[in-house]
């Protein structure tokens, strides 16, 4: 399953990081991938953060991902706002299925559907996409031989709903306090985040998980 990360995940160091080492590990479930537009608003907004950062266009080179095709935005994309407007045609020109963000409002639910893309918060996409092995695997690459409970309980600060989901992983860690607010809104589309086949189910629709998988997890728990 292909997903594209928008400019602000891609701008966010620590969480880009988990979402492209946890697609890389062997149980992966998904591939990801990005447009020069993302890649050209990520970098303007990393250059003012975090100047001596290594560039996109190296990390990209480094593990081979290809640039997804510029989309066309035409007319159809009325009510989606501004800049994101080429946002969503990129993701769509690409086939991914997801379109990762950090401000999934900014995407109209219409046109995310005329284009068959959904739209989900980067954590809420990671707490059921990013596999025990690729958290664990992201956490090691981050914590660079220091101790990766302590990377697991930082994550809490941005990721609250990845830390839940593997809690079990590390039962004797407490995660950070969040730092940022929760989104107003974390899922506009009609794809499953879980079984990632599309949903009629209006509580699914408004959720992002269709009542089969949220039946499973609930008897997980």
């Keep these: 399953m292909l997903v594209f990360l928008d400019a602000n995940v891609l701008a966010k160091p620590f969480t880009r990081t988990i979402l492209l080492v946890a697609s890389m590990t062997a149980d992966a479930r998904y591939t990801v991938t990005w447009s020069t537009q993302a890649e050209r608003e990520a970098q303007k907004h990393l250059d003012q953060r975090f100047p001596n950062a290594f560039p996109l266009a190296g990390l990209r080179g480094k593990h081979g991902y290809d640039l997804s095709p510029n989309g066309v935005i035409g007319k159809r994309f009325s009510a989606t706002k501004g800049a994101d407007k080429q946002i969503l045609a990129d993701a769509a020109a690409s086939g991914a ?123 997980k728990d």
């Design 97 to 219: 299925t997801f379109l990762v963000t950090e401000d999934v409002d900014d995407f109209d639910l219409s046109d995310l559907g005329g284009v068959s893309v959904s739209a989900v918060h980067y954590d809420l996409f990671a707490a059921y996409n990013v596999t025990d092995e690729g958290y664990r695997t992201a956490l090691e690459h981050l914590a660079r031989g220091s101790d990766v409970g302590q990377f697991h309980a930082a994550t809490g600060r941005l990721h609250l709903r990845l830390v839940a989901a593997q809690a079990h992983q590390f039962p004797r860690v407490t995660p950070a306090v969040a730092t940022d607010n929760p989104p107003r809104v974390e899922y506009r589309g009609s794809t499953c985040l879980v079984c990632h086949q599309l949903m009629t189910d209006p509580i699914g629709i408004e959720s992002g998980v269709c009542p089969r998988c949220t039946q499973h997890f609930e008897r």
